[in-house]
């Protein structure tokens, strides 16, 4: 049985360990929409100036929430879900087993890529239905698929990537909050960021793969600047959060 084979089978069953928790699938979907609505009434009443275009804040959030959601259900589940399953073994029982170390990972990050997909497609449909976010069409579509394919799997790897520092299970979430958070809130992902946002602020943001994630989303569904620079940079951190993955990644329980 080949490797892609495999990877098919552990994927389905991903899928149906995933939909068979209801609790967790439904807080997944709601947790960007509730988001959204919160930001939008509490600070979608204005414009901001991105470029040479003037954008209503409530539509700005669609933009934002959408990188949200990929960003929690991309970086943090990975990160969470790979650490409770090393303490609770189930990796090291894994690892002893004939399916390919490929298969096991690349089912959790194929599964975490199609749920962020519905998850912006979801977050895009009600932006559209109540806030009248454009929704992408043509050439600014299919580069708007590439900019969430490209940021989905760079932030699992980046994921997989924090799991092999986080020593236990009972730190998973404040490590992964400790870092995706501040990241977030200074990439304007929380905080319109617009042409008054300060520019160290604006260069701080850049080192990170979240705030060109934003642009690139921002451009699909604000049709504001689109640069591959952007998908580049969320790439190469992509790239960098794998080969520390393969370096530290553990399957044991690291618990003392």
């Not at 393969?246 to 618990?255: A, E, I, L």
């Amino acid at each position: 049985m080949n490797t892609l084979r495999l990877t098919g089978i552990q994927l389905r069953y991903v899928n149906k360990a995933f939909w068979r928790n209801p609790a967790s699938a439904f807080f997944t979907f709601v947790f960007p929409l509730m988001f959204l609505v919160i930001f939008t009434a509490l600070l979608g009443h204005s414009t901001v100036r991105i470029g040479s275009r003037t954008i209503d804040t409530s539509t700005y959030y669609v933009a934002s929430m959408g990188a949200f959601a990929v960003i929690g259900a991309c970086f943090n589940n990975i990160a969470m879900a790979i650490t409770f399953q090393r303490e609770d073994g189930v990796l090291k029982r894994a690892h002893g087993t004939p399916l390919p170390v490929s298969s096991f990972l690349g089912a959790r990050i194929l599964h975490a890529m199609f749920i962020s997909v519905i998850l912006v497609a979801l977050t895009l449909g009600f932006g559209h239905a109540v806030y009248h976010a454009t929704i992408p069409s043509g050439t600014s579509l299919l580069r708007f698929i590439v900019v969430l394919l490209v940021g989905s799997a760079a932030f699992c790897a980046l994921g997989l990537a924090l799991s092999g520092a986080i020593p236990n299970s009972d730190a998973t979430a404040p490590v992964v909050n400790a870092v995706a958070l501040p990241v977030e809130f200074l990439s304007g992902v929380f905080i319109v960021f617009g042409n008054t946002t300060p520019s160290w602020i604006l260069w701080i943001a850049r080192v990170f793969p979240v705030r060109h994630f934003v642009l690139g989303m921002q451009a699909g569904i604000l049709s504001t600047t689109f640069s591959w620079t952007d998908v580049l940079v969320v790439a190469a951190w992509g790239v960098g959060g794998m080969l520390v993955a393969m370096r530290f990644f553990h399957w044991d329980p690291r618990q003392s």
